[in-house]
């Protein structure tokens, strides 16, 4: 190779390696700017014809609503301390037609639309309230699933289902009020999940959705599994409404079995939580066991809503499950009524802990570490907690590693050193190779926590989708994904165009 020639090879191989360096930082900065962070919004002119389409479009009674005490209840909650906005309209569709119309209408005059929650945008926008779409559509007893709307809530399909004799229930059980549509959108779990699992298992077969287009989506059929493609319903699963509006959910049931329940006391936390995972590797058919400190046990005493009192110790409520009542006998023996009154005591224990501050507040936290971490935590948090002077009660799943705090508080200086105990919570749960949020989900109170948690890559991963089905940045803005940070060079805009 003549001497010219190999320095035409070698300037070609150089300016080819630096083309490719730039293009790969080209496309790394797409990625992680270039993602709807801020909704591309109309303007005021545009929402008030956003408005006026919407009344002319859902001409049902009571399908819109610009009332001040409606905007003021679906922009603002009492139950969290974070900025709060009302919406610029509430709209209640009552089918996915309806809902195809209003994000149709959303996307052509650029009307931030929410799949309605407790928070408005600042800019305004359009909150979906799906509340009327809560009917049960479809029961197949033979395999075992259940097709409803979004707004129908768990504890009506158990109670339908029980009601018509048929021996399944839904055993995801979070919160009380709790929707299939949230708790698919929240990836939540409850007390069962160390039985059954959480809404990131297979309990959600399949899912009707309205994407930011207006397109309408089916993600698969209603076979018990299949391998054909992408699993899509996991996309959507703890998308907290921010890729698309379900309409529609096929639920997989279980068979209902015999239950029993029974509570023991501990001289500590570390005894309680030995005991309940030997319990658990020892195979026994657990259903749920719950860890309450003794200020759980004195809260729930002090509220009276509880039929009997408690000794005031460290304490584990647990549930048994076996294949008839004679099984159960030899775990324990009590009644029915006896069990359920016992549960509810648990399942109370919010609104009980409340009660140990007279006109005091909560702040609800929740996170999840391995189970041989659970006890380092528990003992690290409730230390922080003693330090900083919050009365608080901690409850744990703690079968699985999950737990809640619930500092409580009444001055708004009291309130800033609950926020940083939950920060601290936070940052103390990752270390242990935990996660921010074991069921609640992220919103946003946890999306600053992402990064530290996933990594940027996972994150900017999740931006990408975001991107790709979203462009516009209208389904619930400013929930899950982190914000960007801060631009290096002042006047640049972190967030693309």
């Not at 209840?73 to 509430?90: K, N």
């Not at 129908?152 to 549509?181: E, Q, S, Y």
Request: charged content about 25%; overall charge negative; proline content about 5%.
């Amino acid at each position: 190779m003549s001497p010219t020639l190999a320095s035409l090879v070698v300037g070609a191989s150089i300016a080819s390696g630096a083309l490719g360096y730039l293009i790969a930082q080209q496309r790394h900065t797409a990625r992680t700017q270039d993602v709807p962070d801020c909704p591309k919004c109309g303007s005021p002119n545009d929402f008030q014809r956003a408005i006026a389409e919407l009344r002319r479009t859902l001409t049902r009674q009571g399908s819109v609503s610009t009332d001040a005490g409606d905007l003021e209840g679906h922009g603002f909650s009492e139950s969290d301390y974070l900025p709060g906005a009302p919406h610029s309209i509430v709209v209640y569709p009552e089918s996915t037609e309806d809902v195809v119309k209003i994000v149709k209408i959303a996307t052509k005059y650029r009307a931030t639309n929410l799949e309605g929650h407790f928070r408005g945008h600042s800019s305004g926008g359009i909150c979906v309230d799906l509340n009327h779409m809560d009917q049960i559509l479809e029961i197949h007893e033979d395999d075992s699933d259940l097709v409803c709307q979004p707004a129908a809530r768990w504890m009506d399909i158990n109670d339908v289902l029980k009601k018509k004799g048929i021996p399944l229930f839904f055993p995801i059980d979070p919160g009380p009020g709790a929707t299939i549509g949230g708790m698919l959108s929240t990836g939540c779990s409850g007390t069962n999940a160390v039985r059954y699992g959480t809404a990131k298992g297979e309990w959600f077969l399949n899912a009707t959705v309205v994407l930011p287009s207006g397109e309408v989506i089916k993600k698969r059929r209603r076979s018990r599994k299949s391998a054909a493609g992408f699993d899509v319903t996991k996309l959507f699963v703890g998308a907290e409404g921010t890729l698309g509006i379900v309409t529609e959910v096929t639920i997989r049931l279980a068979p209902v079995l015999p239950t029993t329940v029974a509570v023991v006391h501990f001289p500590d936390m570390r005894s309680a939580t030995a005991a309940s995972i030997e319990v658990i590797n020892q195979g026994v058919g657990i259903q749920c066991v719950e860890l309450l400190d003794a200020l759980s046990m004195k809260a729930t005493n002090n509220c009276g809503i509880s039929s009997r009192k408690w000794l005031e110790k460290d304490s584990l409520f647990s549930k048994f499950e076996g294949p008839s009542q004679a099984s159960l006998k030899e775990t324990a023996s009590i009644n029915e009524k006896e069990a359920e009154d016992i549960w509810q005591d648990r399942k109370n224990l919010y609104y009980s802990g409340l009660s140990l501050v007279e006109g005091g507040r909560g702040m609800t936290t929740d996170v999840c570490v391995p189970v041989s971490k659970f006890l380092e935590l528990i003992y690290e948090t409730k230390k922080d907690l003693d330090q900083v002077g919050l009365v608080s009660t901690i409850v744990g799943h703690v079968g699985d590693g999950n737990f809640h705090t619930l500092p409580l508080f009444k001055m708004d200086e009291e309130l800033e050193i609950a926020r940083k105990a939950a920060s601290r919570i936070v940052h103390r749960v990752i270390a242990l190779d935990g996660t921010c949020t074991g069921e609640h989900g992220v919103g946003l109170g946890k999306k600053q926590y992402l990064t530290e948690e996933l990594g940027q890559g996972t994150v900017d991963l999740m931006k990408t989708v975001k991107r790709s089905i979203d462009p516009l940045g209208l389904f619930n803005p400013g929930k899950l994904y982190p914000d960007p940070p801060p631009s290096k060079f002042p006047g640049r805009s972190t967030t693309g165009s």
